[in-house]
């Protein structure tokens, strides 16, 4: 039979409205890949973690001929830059929230470390030290829909990295009056943000927190609410390019194209979530 097209209709008729207009074709260069096939390979780089350079890529793989690797960093750290991953990953929660299909009412946050390979360092934040390897800090709903995430480098504690993540979940529209959704109701995390800061933070947003006290709380009790995020991080982990560091080029440049990839994968999961429950 056939093989599943890497970029289904679904998928493309959310991303296509939302790609800025092609760049002017440089005089006797090569012609721009089109959208279509560029969003093709740089979906079979995050699935399947090839290194960039063209060099890499199997005869057959991915479809059409396409002559790819390096040419895909352009249009990764374009789209990245004009907002289309986010914009895509916050359509997609609107879909999810207009069909009332996104639970806030307990939301769930965890992290899971990502080691870097060969040597690569991030810089994960402005002016923050050059780190190999990485964390990503996720926050779901309470089906582990994906709805904001941040980076940071390895060695972050946790409980420092609670309030970035909250911050990072998208305000949603839902097409009826009123301000947008923003926040979960309650937040269960982990006994690595026990800390009253952690505590003070949710309280300022209008969260309840659901924090595991150390040497109180057992992980049977609480943690029957927080399995959903370790789910979705499992999910994540699934993208073999967010566990592989291939990308030439300075620390804060590999950092812009592991963000995009992130919020990608996000949005992809969040897909999932519409075919499964809209």
């Given at each position: 039979?056939?093989?599943?097209?890497?970029?289904?209709?679904?998928?493309?008729?959310?991303?296509?409205?939302?790609?800025?207009?092609?760049?002017?074709?440089?005089?006797?260069?090569?012609?721009?890949?089109?959208?279509?096939?560029?969003?093709?390979?740089?979906?079979?780089?995050?699935?399947?973690?090839?290194?960039?350079?063209?060099?890499?890529?199997?005869?057959?793989?991915?479809?059409?001929?396409?002559?790819?690797?390096?040419?895909?960093?352009?249009?990764?750290?374009?789209?990245?830059?004009?907002?289309?991953?986010?914009?895509?990953?916050?359509?997609?929660?609107?879909?999810?929230?207009?069909?009332?299909?996104?639970?806030?009412?307990r939301a769930a946050?965890?992290?899971?470390?990502?080691?870097?390979?060969?040597?690569?360092?991030?810089?994960?934040?402005?002016?923050?030290?050059?780190?190999?390897?990485?964390?990503?800090?996720?926050?779901?709903?309470?089906?582990?829909?994906?709805?904001?995430?941040?980076?940071?480098?390895a060695n972050r504690?946790?409980?420092?990295?609670?309030?970035?993540?909250?911050?990072?979940?998208?305000?949603?529209?839902?097409?009826?009056?009123?301000?947008?959704?923003?926040?979960?109701?309650?937040?269960?995390?982990?006994?690595?943000?026990?800390?009253?800061?952690?505590?003070?933070?949710c309280r300022a947003?209008?969260?309840?927190?659901?924090?595991?006290?150390?040497?109180?709380?057992?992980?049977?009790?609480?943690?029957?609410?927080?399995?959903?995020?370790?789910?979705?991080?499992?999910?994540?982990?699934?993208?073999?390019?967010?566990?592989?560091?291939?990308?030439?080029?300075?620390?804060?440049?590999?950092?812009?194209?592991?963000?995009?990839?992130?919020?990608?994968?996000?949005?992809?999961?969040?897909?999932?979530?519409?075919?499964?429950?809209?």
């Amino acid at each position: 039979g056939m093989a599943r097209p890497l970029v289904p209709d679904d998928l493309w008729a959310a991303i296509e409205p939302l790609l800025p207009p092609p760049r002017p074709k440089p005089k006797g260069g090569r012609p721009p890949i089109p959208d279509r096939a560029a969003l093709t390979g740089i979906l079979f780089v995050l699935k399947s973690g090839i290194p960039w350079g063209s060099g890499h890529w199997p005869e057959r793989c991915p479809p059409d001929g396409m002559r790819l690797g390096d040419e895909l960093l352009a249009p990764t750290r374009d789209w990245h830059a004009a907002g289309v991953w986010a914009a895509l990953h916050r359509l997609l929660l609107e879909r999810l929230h207009g069909a009332g299909q996104i639970d806030r009412r307990r939301a769930a946050l965890d992290s899971a470390s990502a080691p870097a390979k060969r040597g690569a360092r991030y810089r994960l934040e402005p002016n923050g030290p050059r780190q190999a390897g990485h964390k990503r800090h996720l926050v779901t709903d309470a089906r582990g829909t994906p709805l904001g995430f941040a980076l940071s480098g390895a060695n972050r504690h946790d409980s420092r990295m609670l309030a970035p993540t909250l911050d990072a979940i998208p305000p949603v529209r839902s097409g009826r009056r009123g301000r947008p959704r923003r926040r979960p109701n309650k937040l269960h995390a982990d006994k690595g943000y026990d800390d009253p800061r952690c505590r003070r933070e949710c309280r300022a947003r209008g969260i309840t927190p659901r924090i595991a006290r150390r040497g109180i709380d057992s992980r049977e009790r609480l943690g029957r609410h927080r399995w959903v995020v370790e789910r979705t991080l499992a999910w994540l982990a699934r993208f073999r390019r967010l566990t592989a560091d291939t990308v030439r080029g300075t620390a804060s440049a590999r950092a812009d194209i592991h963000f995009a990839f992130t919020t990608l994968a996000c949005a992809l999961i969040c897909l999932n979530q519409i075919r499964r429950f809209c």
